[in-house]
């Protein structure tokens, strides 16, 4: 066998991939057929009669079936049986492929494995409209695989899930989805050992059996097993989306407070400066419930609590933003229960922002020909971000850095925080004739100051 190419050996009769796909396809067939007291023994010869197929068929479907041969003792009653099926399956606008009754009746077990599978896709992918989907059309535009692996990943957004295979390897990926679907269920799955894939991936299944209703079509040694297939793994999950946990289950949800993070600029060691934003994220949805508190701890040793604004998303997340008004190192306490979160507190290193007066600009008509004696006008001064302004009743660091002058004259001139790092001055010229306004930035003058403004009568 090992001398057989790589193509040979995996097309083979008894190829691993083969014989866990008509396993699972078994089970998932008699877990239907149950429901009529009906089994199958052996996919390639107990449908070529019909009357299994019809009823799986009947019930999947909903709908009863036309006129067949109830007793078919003879191969033309059989083809007559699996002709019915067929055809019924084509009203249904379900596509079959290469597959005609003389295969079924034949046993050819590639055929019946590809009808079954039609099967599957039809009745237990592609037509039911799951919880996390909320519209017909998002529905119709994806494919019946995208469409599982998009609930999956709603699901369990804590994991990375991007398949149908290497994902479920070790039982972590099962146990996670266990646990999403019936929090507390399966609460221990993100301190299980993946190298105990068979133990992790049997407690995640047994769970699920017992109280999710989600049977066990495929078992822990095929779902791990490295030559595995698309499709069995695909049959088994296609369960979950219509689970519901049952009376009685043993939930155990927990607080740990370790499980929640924080990540952003807000609660990174170096980056921040003086003026500038720091927001950073805290998320909570491994943690369980509870509350987020935040408190900032300044260079001079000024504590202070920030807010933590929710986001009501999946992942629990939080927002909080803070301004450092000084250099030096800051510290951000996060609780999560009443508990320090991961890596908390955090040191931040917040430096101090370098001013760069040529980066500013003044303008508006305040500085340009037409303003008359006692008319009120006005200019912006643009800081090209280099000081924030968004803390209300609070000016930046360099409140001092702004000087307005009018030679000659004494003219008070009005200061208005804007967004964006903007300020706005108003005055009122008393006198008219020839004016200088000198608009300095951290003790230099910006460009083109002084500006020349001469003032009507």
């Known amino acids: ?54 009823g799986l068929i009947e019930i999947l479907s909903q709908k009863k079936m036309g006129k067949h041969n109830k007793r078919p003792n003879f191969r033309q009653m059989k083809l007559e049986n699996v002709s019915v099926a067929l055809k019924f399956l084509e009203t249904e606008r379900i596509k079959l492929v290469s597959i005609d009754s003389k295969a079924i009746v034949d046993g050819n077990l590639k ?3 590809g009808l079954i599978w039609t099967l599957i896709l039809h009745y237990s992918i592609s037509m039911p409209m799951w919880d996390e989907e909320e519209e017909p059309e998002e529905k119709s535009q994806a494919t019946p695989k995208q469409r599982l692996l998009g609930w999956i990943q709603n699901k369990v957004p804590q994991m990375p899930i991007t398949n149908f295979k290497g994902n479920w390897q070790d039982g972590t990926a099962l146990g996670a989805l266990v646990d999403n679907c019936a929090p507390g269920l399966c609460p221990d799955w993100e301190d299980w050992d993946p190298n105990n894939k068979i133990d992790n991936t049997a407690e995640a299944m047994k769970l699920a059996d017992e109280w999710l209703g989600v049977p066990q079509v495929i078992t822990p040694e095929e779902i791990t097993n490295p030559n595995v297939d698309e499709l069995s793994v695909m049959t088994y999950l296609s369960q979950f989306p219509k689970s519901t946990l049952k009376p009685g289950a043993p939930l155990r949800p927990k607080t740990n407070s370790k499980k929640a993070r924080a990540y952003g600029k807000g609660v990174e060691p170096k980056g921040c400066k003086v003026g500038a934003p720091a927001p950073f994220t805290v998320e909570t949805i491994a943690a369980g419930n509870g509350d987020v508190l935040v408190y900032l701890t300044n260079p001079e040793g000024h504590k202070e609590e920030l807010k933590a604004t929710p986001n009501n998303d999946k992942l629990k997340t939080f927002n909080v933003t803070y301004y450092p008004d000084m250099p030096g190192e800051y510290e951000v306490t996060i609780l999560f229960a009443g508990a320090a979160i991961h890596k908390s507190p955090f040191k931040v290193q917040v430096d101090d922002s370098p001013a760069d007066p040529s980066k500013v600009t003044a303008k508006g008509p305040g500085l340009m020909p037409g303003n008359i004696v006692n008319h009120p006008t ?55 004739g020839p004016h200088k ?21």
């Not at 910006?446 to 020349?452: A, D």
């Open 1 to 54: 066998d090992e001398d057989m190419p790589a193509t040979e050996r995996e097309l083979a009769e008894d190829a691993p991939w083969k014989q866990i796909q008509k396993n699972t396809f078994t089970r998932w067939c008699n877990e239907h057929l149950k429901i009529i007291n009906k089994r199958l023994g052996s996919l390639e010869t107990d449908l070529s009669d019909g009357l299994r197929l019809i």
């Open 437 to 457: 306004i000198y608009v300095e930035f951290t003790g230099e003058q910006v460009p083109r100051s002084p500006f020349n403004v001469d003032i009507s009568p």
């Open 378 to 432: 006005h200019f912006d001064v643009f800081t090209a971000g280099q000081i924030e302004l968004h803390q209300p009743n609070k000016w930046p660091h360099r409140k001092d850095s702004f000087r307005f002058k009018l030679p000659g004259s004494d003219v008070p001139m009005e200061l208005e925080e804007k967004s964006n790092g903007t300020v706005r001055a108003t005055y009122t010229p008393q006198v008219d």
């Open 111 to 113: 055929l019946i494995l």
